[in-house]
């Protein structure tokens, strides 16, 4: 369900599973070892979400390039690989300077939390960077 207002959108619960094989691939891709628990930033994997990643790619639009600026994991245990887990996202608009913040509580699916993400992007005309050819989109 996805609710609207100006400056706020909610989304959720979305189901993302910890799954071994994506857990030994995130771990990899991020320079850990293949094997072990999932890193705290595991669940940034659902950012490639259509419905995570459409709205970014929204907001994005009417400024231009999304850069990420903070990523902050608080967690009550760990993420388990093999359970799934349900996250409620928030994603808050704000303009000086333009950013989006995207905040996930993750919830397990006897409904306790296990934690919260909060992810800031820095939204930059692409045509303010110096070099940057006028009218190029990224």
């Known amino acids: 369900m996805l609710s609207n207002s100006p400056d706020v959108q909610r989304l959720g619960p979305l189901r993302a599973t910890a799954a071994p094989e994506a857990v030994a691939a995130f771990r990899h891709a991020t320079g850990w070892r293949a094997d072990g628990p999932p890193p705290a930033s595991f669940p940034v994997v659902v950012m490639h979400f259509p419905e995570i990643g459409d709205a970014v790619r929204l907001a994005a639009e009417e400024v231009g390039l999304p850069v990420h600026e903070a990523q902050h994991f608080e967690y009550s245990r ?61």
């Not at 093999?82 to 919830?107: C, K, N, Q």
């Open 78 to 138: 760990p993420i388990r690989p093999g359970e799934s887990y349900d996250l409620m996202i928030e994603m808050r608009r704000e303009t000086e300077p333009a950013r989006l913040i995207v905040a996930a509580d993750v919830f397990d699916v006897a409904g306790e939390k296990v934690g919260r993400i909060v992810s800031t992007l820095r939204l930059i005309d692409p045509a303010a960077i110096p070099g940057a050819k006028a009218g190029a989109r990224p």
